[in-house]
């Protein structure tokens, strides 16, 4: 199919198409850089990007997250972030 060669997209508060791609980043981005002791929950993630102008659902979050195979929070609690790739 064609939409194999485009990506979803997501519109910020100011109405600016993003692609899934760089939210997926900015999720591994945040994640790689949480504190490893209270890793952040999904609906954390979600307030965050929201926070930036991203208007991204929690379950959208664990979408992007799983995707990435990048396990739950209570999951990445101790981890380093070798874990996280």
């Known amino acids: 199919e064609l939409r194999y060669f485009f990506s ?3 519109t910020t508060d100011e ?3 993003i692609s899934n791609r760089v939210i997926k980043t900015r999720i591994k981005d945040m994640i790689e850089a ?3 002791k209270n890793p952040l929950s999904d609906d954390e993630i979600a307030r965050l990007l929201n926070a930036e102008g ?3 659902a929690r379950r959208t979050v664990a979408k992007y997250r799983e995707a990435q195979q990048i396990p739950v929070a209570r ?3 101790g981890m ?3 874990q996280t790739t």
């Open 8 to 10: 979803d997209s997501i």
């Open 15 to 17: 109405g600016v198409e």
């Open 34 to 36: 949480e504190d490893q």
């Open 54 to 56: 991203f208007n991204i």
């Open 75 to 77: 999951l990445r609690r």
């Open 80 to 82: 380093g972030n070798s």
